[in-house]
Nanobody, 119 residues
Framework: QVQLVESGGGLVQAGGSLRLSCAAS????????MGWFRQVPGKEREFVSS????????SYADSVKGRFTTSVDNAKKTVYLQMNSLKPEDTAVYYC????????????WGQGTQVTVSS
């Protein structure tokens, strides 16, 4: 079992930046990739980005490409989401998750961290 704890959320003005962190503990040796998702009330959780923990290969949702960057520090078992040029529509609760293979489901969801972007 992997435990995930997100941090770094907050209130920022449009155009500003935030960096989210997701620290993993527990049985992390089988982690294939880590991902970031976000959710606003009344809407489904949506994919934001993911990173292969072994290669550093990344994937992004079209809505955040060029603005968000995800990275991983395997020694610290932490994945980061650097968010630049934030927009009000980026306001959401951000969650991280892990999966053990390219075909497995995302799981071990963290508790989430609130990001609010004011206009």
């Amino acid at each position: 079992q992997v435990q995930l704890v997100e941090s770094g959320g907050g209130l920022v003005q449009a155009g500003g930046s935030l960096r989210l962190s997701c620290a993993a503990s527990g049985r992390t040796f089988s982690t294939y990739s880590m991902g970031w998702f976000r959710q606003v009330p009344g809407k489904e959780r949506e994919f934001v980005s993911s990173i292969r923990t072994s290669s550093g290969s990344t994937s992004y949702a079209d809505s955040v490409k060029g603005r968000f960057t995800t990275s991983v520090d395997n020694a610290k078992k932490t994945v980061y989401l650097q968010m630049n040029s934030l927009k009000p529509e980026d306001t959401a609760v951000y969650y991280c998750a892990v999966r053990n293979s390219a075909l497995s489901s995302w799981g071990s969801w963290g508790q989430g961290t609130q990001v609010t972007v004011s206009s």
